[in-house]
């Protein structure tokens, strides 16, 4: 690597749990995330489908759809489209 250039790795940890525990936790840290990513008024709505889940949020003027086979799968979609807005 030449002098002075840095290398920057994230790394976001997503724990793989029950359904009900995750989306209370996932929730919650959402809720923050969002409101100050995407403001506290946007929409934020996980649903169960028949073959997975949705998660629905505002990016910008667009409403996003994220879906996956599951829910942590559906907020790690979401929270990287967050990051990279």
Do not use: H, K, N
Request: proline share 5%; with cysteine.
């Amino acid at each position: 690597m030449p002098t002075g250039a840095s290398d920057t790795t994230i790394i976001i940890w997503l724990p793989g749990t029950d359904g009900a525990t995750l989306r209370a936790g996932a929730c919650a840290a959402w809720t923050g995330l969002a409101a100050a990513a995407i403001g506290p008024d946007a929409p934020l709505r996980l649903e169960r489908l028949a073959a997975g889940y949705r998660l629905q949020l505002a990016l910008g003027a667009e409403l996003a759809e994220f879906e996956d086979a599951s829910a942590e799968g559906c907020y790690a979609l979401g929270l990287l489209a967050v990051l990279a807005g």
